[in-house]
T-cell receptor, first 110, second 113 residues
Framework: SQKIEQNSEALNIQEGKTATLTCNYT??????LQWYRQDPGRGPVFLLL?????KEKRKERLKVTFDTTLKQSLFHITASQPADSATYLC?????????FGAGTTVTVRA | DADVTQTPRNRITKTGKRIMLECSQT?????MYWYRQDPGLGLRLIYY???????NKGEISDGYSVSRQAQAKFSLSLESAIPNQTALYFC????????????FGPGTRLTVL
């Protein structure tokens, strides 16, 4: 069965540094991958989409890479700020459905 | 106003009770989804609907049923609630393109005693 793994440990970083989150998957060939942000007690909010034929996407301080050979996506938050503190979910897409990872919690210290 | 609303936001019920969670959306989307979220397990798909007449089971549909009353409304029912259905439940909608993002409601925290 398909498996999606994100960093098992929470990420605790200093303001201004880059946070790098990983999303690895097995037994799956997604057509695209999305990243969402979730704040405590709220629903996930979409951040970025990357398709299987794309290597990298950027949006402001966010960057996503997608390596279908390694079956891995990396999500980077550059120049991190305390407001970036949240849980980040990767989601693999196909057949108009998403399969979500468990998420990685990021805390940015001022 | 929020695009996707869920009611109730919190609910405590007892084992064996029937409970309905409701979801409404104003985005005009055909596709709607119900997920549950448990600590360490991420979001898991319960049911999804691609239009009013199309309803499909997700990966964990046992013990749940749904009703798509209109394009804008999608309800989730627990016919006889059990404690391991205690979780955070989310409704989501999306457009019709393959890669369209999903828009989530605020969630319903359900506790089954």
């Amino acid at each position: 069965s398909q498996k999606i793994e994100q960093n098992s440990e929470a990420l605790n970083i200093q303001e201004g540094k880059t946070a790098t989150l990983t999303c690895n998957y097995t037994n799956y060939s997604p057509a695209y991958l999305q990243w969402y942000r979730q704040d405590p007690g709220r629903g996930p909010v979409f951040l970025l989409l990357i398709r299987e034929n794309e290597k990298e996407k950027r949006k402001e301080r966010l960057k996503v890479t997608f390596d279908t050979t390694l079956k891995q996506s990396l999500f980077h938050i550059t120049a991190s700020q305390p407001a970036d503190s949240a849980t980040y979910l990767c989601a693999l897409g196909g057949d108009y459905k998403l399969s979500f990872g468990a998420g990685t919690t990021v805390t940015v210290r001022a | 106003d929020a695009d996707v609303t869920q009611t109730p936001r919190n609910r405590i019920t007892k084992t064996g009770k029937r409970i309905m969670l409701e979801c409404s959306q104003t985005k005009g989307h055909d596709r709607m989804y119900w997920y549950r979220q448990d600590p360490g397990l991420g979001l898991r798909l319960i049911y999804y609907s691609f239009d009013v007449k199309d309803i499909n089971k997700g990966e964990i549909s046992d013990g749940y049923s749904v009703s798509r009353q209109a394009q804008a409304k999608f309800s989730l029912s627990l016919e006889s609630a059990i404690p391991n259905q205690t979780a955070l439940y989310f409704c989501a909608t999306s457009g019709n393109e393959l890669t369209d993002t999903q828009y989530f409601g605020p969630g319903t925290r359900l506790t089954v005693l």
